[in-house]
DNA sequence: CCCTGATTCGC
DNA sequence: GCGAATCAGG
């Protein structure tokens, strides 16, 4: 599949249009996210406005985060410290693998209940 | 392990 | 020129 200009159009217009090279390789189809990124790296682009918070310098976004950013509040809201983990979230969880698991921790468990069960529940006087 | 983009190397 | 491979990072 060679990259004819409507396909170069599509791939610049998607590209600014903050999505990323996965997204655009899978709209344009027959093509994987390297030849998106090849593509647009050869015709000048790779600088565009995209959700990436940092400026990659170069070798890798450092957060190369777009949907499945975690979202979990570290620090204070109110507070400049205040900032989103930006990892990579599971898929289906807003949060990453670390925060969904404090996220989705089996409530409080009953540590106790149990001890509590036995005791009331096991009253065998001997009636048989 | 998942995903991200960038750069590099072979065809 | 194209695209896979590799790199780098949380």
Redesign the pocket.
Known sequence: ???TDER?QRLKELWSQG??????ADMLG??????????????G????P?P?KKK?S???????????MCKWPVGDPKHQDFHF????AL?GLPY??EHAALAYQPSSSSKKARDEDRSSGDRSVGVA
């Open positions: 599949m060679s990259w170069v999505l990323s090279a996965s997204e655009i027959d093509i994987t996210r390297n030849a998106v990124i090849g593509k647009a790296h050869r015709l682009l790779s600088g565009r995209s990436i990659p170069r070798g890798a976004t450092i957060l190369a985060l777009t949907e499945r983990c930006g990892k990579q898929p990453c693998a």
